[in-house]
């Protein structure tokens, strides 16, 4: 990172490089259980190595009120499958791959601390596994259109912020179950959509954050009598609220908790849009304590308990065609440290 200025304009600019390597071996049992008959035998089924490379720039402009956002990044992708023949044997497919891909962003200051925005984006991603008929799956490339607003509310500290955005994705991977077997297929689909939020502190040490999002992704190029159709398992509404405290003074300075609910709404349970989910609302709640509270030393650091689900809620679900039960309730605990 390094910062500069040329004349008027000051400049945050970012530049780096990654690597990203996936290795594994899929083998699948057939056979009857044991005690019953002939022993499973575990035949080989796929392996597949992976290796993707990316360089980037980007360069934050300011002039004023007024900031531009710009940067690039090129992607080197390389893979090796191997896969069973019919005739018992083994083929070899290799896959090489390079993509640039660039983002764009403007957003301009004005009264009050209003921020409109625009940013046009296009992004490279490599992935993992085989498709149906046993090729490697390629990279998905899209391209994202986005215009927002970010609100400060007067008098409180609270921002409020809302888009609307437009993707458009070629050869995103998804499962299919047309065949009768829930196998990854590649298809061309476009997600259109609204999001806002708000996040807010009413007073000291109690926070709210409140959300929803209204969803779109139709399916442009992809398996028969799919094509115009909504993508299964992408609900056209979600919301939620969550509210959480921490006591400021006191004999229980430090300690805290939340509560907040989640609303998913229809969806489909295949691409065909023959199966509906029906709309869900969970319940999930937290506790934590600031260790900073207890001494200096610790300061940001934070163990915290987390109930999802929080009332056991378990209804049927499907997607690709396959039907499961939602995730019941479900306790984690965890330590947090900011710096």
Known sequence: VYDLDTG?????????????????TSRQGQGYPPGVGPTPVLAFTESQDQQN???????????????L?????????????????????????????AENSWQAAISYRLIYGIVPYFNYQTSFTPNVGT????????????????????LPVPHANALITAS??????????????????????????????????????????LSLTASYAYTDVEIEKGAVGTVGNTLNGIPYNSASVYADYTQQSG????????????????????????????PR?????????????LTPTLDGTRVQLNA???????????????CYKDEGFRLTGGVRYRF
């Open 164 to 205: 609307l955005f437009d993707i458009e994705m070629t050869d995103g991977v998804v499962f299919d179950a047309s065949s009768g077997v829930n196998q990854q297929v590649q298809q061309d689909m476009r997600s259109r959509g609204f999001e806002i939020e708000g996040q807010a502190t009413l007073l000291s040490g």
């Open 8 to 24: 008027p304009l000051s400049h945050t600019v970012l530049a780096g490089a990654d690597y990203g390597w996936t290795s594994y």
């Open 308 to 322: 999802s689900n929080l009332f056991d809620k378990v209804e049927q679900v499907c997607n690709a065609g396959y």
């Open 131 to 150: 498709l149906v008929d046993g090729s490697p799956a390629a990279p998905t490339t899209a391209n994202q259109k986005e215009i927002g607003i970010k």
């Open 251 to 278: 004999a229980l300075a430090g300690f805290g908790g939340g509560l907040g609910v989640r609303y998913v709404g229809m969806s489909y349970g295949n691409d065909q849009n023959t199966i509906e989910n029906d």
């Open 281 to 293: 609302t969970f319940v999930d709640a937290a506790l934590h304590y600031e260790l900073g509270f």
């Open 53 to 67: 490379t990316g360089v980037y720039i980007f360069d934050r402009i300011e002039y004023g009120d007024l900031m």
């Open 69 to 97: 956002n710009l940067g690039g990044r090129r992607d080197w992708l390389w893979s090796e499958t191997t896969t069973p023949t019919g005739t018992g044997g083994r083929a070899t497919t290799s896959q090489d791959a």
